[in-house]
């Protein structure tokens, strides 16, 4: 066995070698994640404002504990406010935010939950969906009568 390998400093630089490689390659990942979020976003920003229906999730998709209020921070997906993914949370102090300016890990754990959210939001689109095809439908016959109405 090689006795420099057995040195402390040669094991300790090692381990400081291990460590940069690990951040390196999270922040490696977070940017990635970054990119993937904004792509996401920038889909939300499109259909936002075509179905002009704002959706908040009923789910909790994280939590954490914060030392400047009393109780956990709760966070849930939303499509709000400016047409884009965005978290919002349980307490008045803690702002809702773009997903795209949210901590790594918000990211992580919204993503983790976004296929869930996308087919709610797909779903009460369905719903308003139906609602206004019934409603143009019954508007079209009232227009129809009138119009008839008139030529008579």
Do not use: C
Not at 42 to 57: L, N, R, S
């Amino acid at each position: 066995m090689n006795a420099e390998a057995n040195e402390p400093g040669t094991a300790i630089a090692e381990t400081i070698e291990y460590i940069n490689e690990r951040s390196q390659n999270l922040v490696r990942y977070s940017d990635k994640l970054s990119q993937a979020i904004r792509a996401i976003d920038k889909y939300i920003e499109v259909v936002g404002p075509q179905a002009g229906i704002k959706f908040t999730d009923s789910e909790i998709f994280y939590e954490e504990k914060n030392i400047y209020i009393f109780g956990d921070v709760k966070y849930r997906l939303s499509v709000r406010k400016d047409w884009g993914l965005y978290v919002v949370s349980n307490i008045d102090e803690a702002p809702n935010h773009l997903l795209t300016e949210s901590s790594r890990a918000i990211k992580k754990n919204a993503i983790i939950r976004l296929p869930e959210f996308l087919k709610l939001y797909a779903a009460e689109l369905e719903k308003y969906e139906k609602e206004y095809r019934d409603v143009s439908e019954k508007a079209e016959k009232m227009a129809g009568i009138l119009s008839n109405k008139e030529m008579a």
